[in-house]
């Protein structure tokens, strides 16, 4: 941690948490027994986003195509989300973190959209840190519906269809005040966004590591933070 540059710390981190699966069949177990093991990683990274200060942290937890999962893997996945905020809600106020979340919301069930209410609700004016959830997220869904609320926008004479602009669009994405990522993260060697932030990661900087998500923890959370520390961003322009 000390070799952090504490002004060049990202203000918005993103991870795609994937790879449960396979650790648990490296140790012989179900995969639900990795995700399992996965939310301790959870709890790990949010509390070293916390301690460093980095105000915005989002997790992609379960995206839009994750459907297309046993069912059975897909109920313990809701019991876990349920458990994880039951658990860590005490915490979350405690840290003055924000929970929040995007995505397909509707499409949960309803044990789990309740206690999501809840943990929303209840820690809605902290605001150290805020935790976003994607959950039945999909990146081009995002698109979609934005794009749905904008021709709403132009139908009901709200705005001229002349004024539609990035600005506007990003008023209309599932949390507009949500910063484009400067950090995305993902484990378990794959190199591919897997309909993650599509709209928001345009200049985002990417760390692929080849670890598993269980196995991710604070010593690699902060080598990723320190890989972003060297990298120059230059959103298309020229520096000499
Ligand atoms: C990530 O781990 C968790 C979710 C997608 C919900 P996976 O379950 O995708 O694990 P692998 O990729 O099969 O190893
Ligand atoms: C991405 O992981 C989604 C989450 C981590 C929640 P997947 O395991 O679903 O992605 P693919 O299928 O390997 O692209
Ligand atoms: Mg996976």
Redesign the pocket.
Known sequence: MADLKEEKLPTHVAI???GNGRWAKQHGLRRVKGHEKGADSVREVVKVTRELGIPWLTL????E??WKRPEYEINTLMKLLEQFLKKELHEMCDKGIRLRCIGRIYKLPASTRRMLDKAIQQTSNNRDMTLTL?LSYGGRQEILDTVKRVVRLVETGKCRSEEIDENLFCQNLYLPDLPDPDLLIRTSG?Y?I?N?LLWQSAYTEFYFTPTLWPDFGREEYLAAIAEFQKRERRFGAAFD
């Not at 992609?60 to 995206?63: G, R």
């Open positions: 795609i948490m994937d992609y937890a379960f995206s195509e994750n994607a794959e591919r897997s993650f």
